[in-house]
């Protein structure tokens, strides 16, 4: 009865296939799981992730095919990887218009696993390139792009095209412009004087995997309202600055310039210096006539301003 279980056992695992017969060592450890390459401007690296309940003593390794050729090569650098490091297929898959797979097992001193085999991966076309440089100007009602892609895209690109994304800053409206790749793209029939962001992502015949560039911002002209603001908020400050020299100068002249004194003397001061700025040019009736010369002489400002006598 245990003699017909066990092959009935052995009978599906035949049938599930994985159970290399022609290998010596017995299948028993899990196979690793999440076999993937991935590649950024042409620099290529698979990872994995341990099967379940692996063995910490588990080590692993990777083969690779070409598909044209269809036979499975060791990978040198990549024969006893840990758990969780990857492997640097860059010089192994260096024919870029070949197409490849490659496969990962574990294995420890008396076993192994199954391989686990990645999805097939083209060089040129599943590799991810980095954003081309950008520049971005002003040019009236229209911006100016200098525009580099990184090194692979050049050399991939037999023919390469721009895909402009342009956003108001403002509210957000934004379009999508396509152009063939030129160092220096205008993008006419903008607003003047309005502030717009732009990303450049470069596509080629082969590879529509590159990233878009950081946003770069400019305005398409000089914008007005904001260097007057600029203008009135100088013109504030040192007016500010003047006053403050004035109310010191009242002070230093009086020669009483103590902490009780400035603390005693300020209010008033400071009110008449307000209402003064305040009705430009009609003195309040107040401090019009007798009472602004008293309010002079109490604080003896008034010697100041004359000439000795
Ligand atoms: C591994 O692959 C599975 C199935 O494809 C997926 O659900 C999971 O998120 C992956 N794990 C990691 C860490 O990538
Ligand atoms: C992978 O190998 C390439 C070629 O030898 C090398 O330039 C690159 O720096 C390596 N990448 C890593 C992450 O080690």
């Not at 790749?181 to 003047?192: A, F, K, M, N, T």
């Not at 009483?256 to 309040?284: C, E, H, I, N």
Request: charged share 15%.
């Amino acid at each position: 009865m245990r003699l017909v279980i066990l092959l009935l056992l052995l009978l599906q695992q035949m049938h599930l296939g994985n159970a290399p017969w022609t290998e010596a060592v017995s299948v028993s450890l899990p196979a690793p799981s999440n076999v993937s390459i991935s590649s950024f401007n042409m620099e290529h690296t698979l990872s994995f992730l341990p099967g379940a309940d692996s063995p910490d003593s588990s080590r692993f390794e990777v083969q690779v095919v070409r598909l044209s050729k269809k036979s499975w090569k060791a990978v040198a650098a990549c024969s006893a990887l840990t758990a969780g490091q990857t492997c640097n297929l860059t010089r192994v898959f260096k024919d870029p218009l070949e197409q490849f797979r490659a496969r990962v097992r574990a294995f420890t001193a008396g076993q192994t696993s199954s391989w686990t085999v990645s999805s097939a991966f083209h060089p040129l076309s599943d590799t991810v390139l980095g954003p081309p440089d950008v520049v971005v100007s002003g040019c009236g009602n229209c911006l100016l792009l200098r525009v580099r892609p990184s090194i692979w895209t050049q050399q991939i690109g037999l023919s390469m095209d721009l895909v402009i994304n342009v956003k108001r800053t403002r509210d957000g409206a934004q379009f999508i412009l396509t152009r063939p790749y030129e160092e220096e793209v205008e993008i006419p029939y903008l607003q003047r004087g309005v502030e717009y962001c732009v990303t450049v992502t470069v596509k080629t015949l082969f590879n529509d995997n590159s990233g878009p560039s950081d946003a770069h911002c400019a305005f398409t002209s000089p914008p007005p309202s904001h260097s007057l603001s600029v203008v009135y908020g100088l013109l504030g400050a040192f007016c500010a600055l003047l006053l403050l020299l004035l109310l010191i100068g009242s002070f230093v002249c009086s020669g009483q310039l103590s902490v009780r004194g400035l603390r005693r003397r300020l209010p008033t001061t400071l009110s008449y210096f307000l209402l003064k700025v305040q009705d430009v040019g009609a003195a309040p009736p107040e401090l019009s006539g007798d009472t602004l010369a008293t309010l002079l002489h109490k604080e003896g400002s008034a010697d100041c301003l004359l000439p000795d006598h």
